[in-house]
């Protein structure tokens, strides 16, 4: 027989659980766990606009109040996770990415394919791991890129500057089939 308390109990819980989950806040995630699904996030570019429909699961991983807005992002092909180590209540998670250029504004800048170490250091606050440095550039995938460019395209009137992200487009429309390979 279920008493009241108990039933009070699990009716809170299942009102608070969606939105803690939501917000990455889930108790019994784990560092790599956040920075997952942090980076997979960024990828799909939810920090390119405050607009973005995933900017608020994005910060809800992070200590930081504000996101800057950032004037250039960081292409990359993939990330992996390469290391976790966690100790008295911290953890660091190192992350590697395949970068293979830089998008400032409309300008899409091709570099030598190479890999980017990041370390992610984490801290754990209210049952929850959460991000606390460094809050580095977006890291986005060509598709997200390509995907922001013809969004601009789109509500952009000046016929040069339609030019200009036109050519940042073809540029990321090469990467699709694997530039730079090593």
Known sequence: MWNGVQVLFWG?????????????????????????????????????????????????LGTWSIEPGWDSVIVVRNFVIVRVHSDHGTSSVEVRYTVLGQMT??????????????????????N?????RPLIPPHVSVQAA????????????????KERLDQGLAVLSRWVGGPGRK
Not at 118 to 126: A, L, P, Q, R, Y
Not at 146 to 161: F, G, H, M, Q, V
């Open 12 to 60: 809170i819980l299942a009102v608070l659980a969606p939105s803690l989950i939501a917000r990455g806040q889930s108790v019994g995630t784990s560092p790599a766990a956040v920075v997952r699904q942090y980076c997979e996030l960024d990828m799909k570019g939810a920090r390119l606009s405050s607009q973005n429909p995933y900017m608020d699961r994005i910060s809800a």
């Open 128 to 132: 929850a791991w959460k991000i606390e």
């Open 146 to 161: 390509a995907a922001n460019l013809r969004d601009l395209i789109s509500d952009e009137n000046n016929p040069k500057n």
């Open 105 to 126: 504004g409309a300008s899409v800048t091709a570099s030598r394919q190479h890999d980017e170490l990041i370390t992610f250091v984490m801290g754990k606050s209210e």
